[in-house]
Structures are given as structure tokens and as C-alpha cells.
């Protein structure tokens, strides 16, 4: 009965997208046209030079290649369905989360799964026409493919965690769209989504290392691409995991502390 | 005279009303600022590493985000409420809209003051006078006449763009998504010489999506890279007229449009 309940929490959003057409459509159009214009412009940047910061020609397109069809994992539009936790608390219908025979932070846990399942699908659709169309390369060898598909899913746990912590803020700041947009930019930059980090000064790349963005995209997409080798893959991963630890903690005790913010009408 | 009285007593309040979560004000002007400078930072990367990018020098090529950015920060400021559209018809506040004795497109570019706009700007400004100040062009009247001219015609430019996602977002209320695409496309690809990318995908961003229009033929014409550009140098030339004459034309578009828009309640 609880698998039955938590796969109808976790298929509401991707039910959503699937009953908008236009949207779906919409989604497959920009996907492709982002694939070619993105290999079309690292081929092109290419053209007069080598290898550079450590990436030849292939690994660069397959990174910018992969980094698009990663950005599908988490790109539902739970607004339009008002359930995201910045309309839940200023229409003031959260409180209907801690009234349900349902945790609010395992009903949150399942729509996020439902989401990053679906995009998944998506985007490992998306790496297999890639593939056979040679955009991509494949990885280096059955080890390379087994830890990136680790590393990608530690990377996730470890968004999903930090958009977590953006969407709890709301039980303190009622809004959080602003800190959203800083999320996505500082997301963006620091995973390697506009350029891959390897591009950045040193400075740049050591800063980063200290945040858990890089662990998100860049560390797995290095590690697929071989710019990370195989031998510094199990620091990586344990860096992602203490990422995936500290972060699970830290949420646990937000959500504790938002429970004591939510009053219903009437106290 | 009295529009323009009542456009800004509308604004003076949007902009005391924004003021009331104090640091989500703050964030705002933050994130209007950070997101310039991504596109900086992604300009930055591509002409460290990849210098010489199609036959232009790095200071050729840093104006061309410069135009880009300061255009699309005063898009923001005056006509930015386009983009996002779709919420506003998605919770029936157009029907309100149409009842009210104010033209729809003024009343939903007054609805909400854009604070994100002060931090564009400044960071818009800021990267305009860098790249005016490393150019080693000979900046005469008509020149700089002709600069200004083309930002605006790029905020036109763009403004048209976002009113023509708008105009279909009274039908289909979901084609708001192609508002956050076309911001993220020309954030990345508008940036930089397009002459890098292959003849058809540069042909796609010029005749299918125009935003060669918006930076990098005005400022191939400014730094002598007019006739370089895969089009003839008069349409690269005439690109702040191609701006003009598209917001006019999305404007004509919203006007046909809101006359077929059809709310909840027929």
C-alpha cells in the first residue's frame, strides 16, 4: 500500500507534463536545437585549436552534449501546478502538508523522485540518439560508464538536497524566488552547465571545490569524459557522498524547525 | 501627458510595494546582477581559451556582449513584463486587464516593478564602458550615435521577440516555456561572433531566431567586420531598423491576438 502511494505522489508532475502536449513538445524541440547549437558551437571554437585545459575536441562537445541533456534531469514547471512550497506558504495552504497521513518531507521526497525519474527518461533518451548519431562519444570502458552512473546519482541526490534547502527558506523568508535565480545561476556556473570548469582560472576551480555545486554535473561528466581518471574517481565519490550526508543532516533539521513555523488559520 | 502621469505614479508604487520584503529586493537587484555576469564569465572563458575567435580581437568581441547586455537591461526595465506573461493569463489577471480604461500592454508592463532591472543595468554599464575603453576604434560622434541607436533597436529588437512568445501565450498559456528559452538563448549565443558556428546553424540564429540582429552585426559594422558577416552589409547596417520595424509588427501581432483571446469565462 505505501509502494502504491508513493508512486501516485511521485507521478503527479510528470502526469502533469504528459497531459500538456505543447509542453512535451516544446521540451523535445529545444532539447535538439540546444544539442546541435551546443556541439555546433564547441565543434566550432575548436576549429583552430588543439586540446585545451586538459579537453580535446570530442570531450568537449560530449561534456556541453551531456551537461544540455542533464539540465532536463530537474526542469519540471511545478508552478503551473501550484505546488511548489513558495505558493504552498503564500497561499497558506502548506499547512495542508502537515494535516496529511503523509510526512510533508517524504511527500516532498516522491515528487522529486517522480520529476528526476521522468527527466531521466528524457535525458537518457536524448544520450542514446546522441550516441548513435555520434555527437557524443561513448565512455572509455564498462568501469568509466559503472562510476559515472554512480557519481550522476550522488550528483542528483546532491541537488535535490540543495533545492531542498532554497525551497525551505520560504518557512523563514515567505519568498525565495530571488534566491532561486541565484541558485540556478550559481548552479549553472559552478557545475560546469555554461562552460566546463576546467575552462576557469585555478582560483576559480579551487573556490568551487569547496561548494557542493561541482558535485552535481562537473565531477560526473569529468569523470565520463575521462578529464578525471578512473584512479581519482573514489575521492571524487566519497567528496559527493560527505556532500550527500552533510546535506540530508542539515535538511533534516530544517525540516524539523519549519514544522514549528506553520500555524494553521485560527493558531 | 496624463498617461505618462499615471505611468508613473503606478511605478512609484510597484516600486514601494517591491520594497516591502526588504531583502527579497535585494536578492533581485543581486540576481539581475549575477546574471549579466554569467554571461560575462561565459564570454570571458571562450575568449581566454579560444582567442581570435572568428577573425575578431577579444576587444572587438567584448562588445559585442556590451551591446547585448545593455539592450536587454533596458528591455527589462521598460519592456521586460512581457516575458513571464503566461502566469498573468494563467491566474485570469488579463480578463481584469481588458475591463480597466488602460491599453493591456502598458497595464502588464506596469503590473509589477522589474528590481532585477537596477542590477542589469549597472553590471550592463559597467561591461559597456570596459568594452568602449579597451576598443581601440575611433569613437566619433556618428559612431556613438550609431551605437546608441543600435541598443535600442536591439531592446526593440528582443522586446518584439518576447511580445511574439507573448501573443502566443494568449492562446496556449504553456508557451510561456519558450519565454525562459529564448532568455537563455540569447544569453549564450548572442555574445560572441556567430561566424564561429557552421553556415546553417549561424543562418538559423539570423533568419529563424534574429538575434544575429540584436549585437553581432552591429558590431561587426562598428569594428569594420561588416562584410564578413554571411549577409550583405546594408541588412547588418539596418539592423536597428529591423528592431523598429519587428516591435512594430509584434505590436500589431498582441493587438490581432488580444482580439481572439478567449478566457475562462468565453
Not at chain 2, 41 to 47: G, P, R, Y
Request: overall charge positive; aromatic content about 12%.
Amino acid at each position: 500500500m505505501a509502494v502504491l502511494h508513493a508512486w501516485r505522489s511521485a507521478r503527479v508532475t510528470p502526469l502533469g507534463e504528459l497531459y500538456a502536449p505543447p509542453r512535451v513538445t516544446a521540451a523535445l524541440i529545444r532539447l535538439t536545437v540546444q544539442v546541435v547549437l551546443v556541439a555546433s558551437l564547441w565543434n566550432g571554437l575548436y576549429q583552430q585549436t588543439g586540446t585545451t585545459a586538459g579537453l580535446d575536441r570530442e570531450q568537449a562537445v560530449t561534456y556541453a552534449v551531456m551537461a544540455v541533456l542533464a539540465s532536463r534531469l530537474r526542469e519540471l514547471d511545478q508552478y503551473a501546478g501550484r505546488d511548489t512550497v513558495l505558493q504552498h506558504m503564500h497561499f497558506g495552504t502548506i499547512v495542508y502538508w502537515y494535516l496529511r497521513p503523509l510526512a510533508p518531507q517524504r511527500y516532498y521526497a516522491l515528487r522529486a523522485l517522480g520529476e528526476q525519474l521522468y527527466g531521466f527518461a528524457w535525458a537518457l533518451a536524448g544520450l542514446a540518439l546522441c550516441l548513435a548519431a555520434g555527437v557524443v562519444r561513448p565512455p572509455g570502458s564498462a568501469a568509466v560508464a559503472g562510476v559515472f552512473a554512480l557519481s550522476l546519482l550522488l550528483g542528483q541526490l546532491v541537488l535535490y538536497y540543495v533545492m531542498l534547502v532554497i525551497d525551505q527558506l520560504c518557512f523563514w523568508t515567505l519568498r525565495n524566488g530571488a534566491a532561486m535565480l541565484i541558485l540556478v545561476f550559481a548552479q549553472n556556473l559552478l557545475s560546469g552547465v555554461y562552460a566546463p570548469l576546467w575552462f576557469f582560472p585555478d582560483w576559480f576551480i579551487t573556490l568551487s571545490s569547496f561548494l557542493p555545486f561541482q558535485a552535481t554535473l562537473s565531477v560526473p561528466l569529468s569523470l565520463y569524459v575521462g578529464r578525471i581518471p578512473l584512479s581519482d574517481a573514489a575521492f571524487q565519490l566519497c567528496v559527493q557522498a560527505c556532500w550527500v550526508l552533510v546535506l540530508a543532516l542539515f535538511t533534516r533539521f530544517l525540516w524539523r524547525r519549519a514544522a514549528l513555523r506553520v500555524v494553521s488559520q485560527g493558531g | 501627458m496624463n498617461a505618462v502621469r499615471i505611468a508613473w505614479r503606478i511605478t512609484r508604487l510597484n516600486f514601494r510595494a517591491q520594497l516591502e520584503y526588504r531583502s527579497e529586493f535585494l536578492l533581485m537587484i543581486a540576481i539581475g546582477a549575477v546574471w549579466q555576469v554569467s554571461v560575462i564569465v561565459f564570454a570571458t572563458v571562450l575568449l581566454t581559451r579560444f582567442t581570435g575567435m572568428g577573425g575578431w580581437d577579444s576587444s572587438e568581441v567584448l562588445l559585442i556582449p556590451a551591446t547585448r547586455m545593455l539592450a536587454h537591461a533596458i528591455f527589462v526595465l521598460f519592456l521586460g513584463r512581457m516575458h513571464g506573461i503566461g502566469r498573468i493569463i494563467q491566474e485570469g489577471m488579463i480578463d481584469t486587464y481588458l475591463v480597466r480604461p488602460m491599453p493591456v500592454f502598458r497595464q502588464v508592463q506596469l503590473s509589477y516593478f522589474p528590481t532585477n532591472a537596477i542590477g542589469d543595468l549597472t553590471v550592463a554599464v559597467g561591461l559597456m564602458v570596459g568594452a568602449l575603453s579597451r576598443s581601440d576604434l575611433d569613437w566619433t560622434a556618428g559612431r556613438i550615435t550609431y551605437l546608441v541607436v543600435c541598443v535600442l533597436g536591439g531592446m526593440l529588437l528582443e522586446a518584439a521577440l518576447f511580445t511574439a512568445v507573448a501573443c502566443a501565450s494568449l492562446r496556449f498559456p504553456a508557451a510561456d516555456y519558450w519565454g525562459r528559452w529564448l532568455e537563455e538563448l540569447l544569453g549564450t549565443f548572442g555574445s560572441y561572433p556567430l561566424n564561429v558556428l557552421p553556415r546553417a546553424v549561424s543562418g538559423f540564429l539570423t533568419f529563424g531566431l534574429p538575434l544575429a540582429f540584436v549585437a553581432y552585426f552591429p558590431a561587426a559594422v562598428l569594428t569594420g567586420h561588416g562584410h564578413d558577416t554571411g549577409v550583405p552589409y546594408w541588412l547588418a547596417a539596418a539592423s536597428p531598423l529591423l528592431g523598429l520595424a519587428a516591435f512594430l509588427g509584434a505590436r500589431l501581432l498582441w493587438r490581432w491576438s488580444l482580439g481572439h483571446y478567449t478566457g475562462v469565462n468565453g
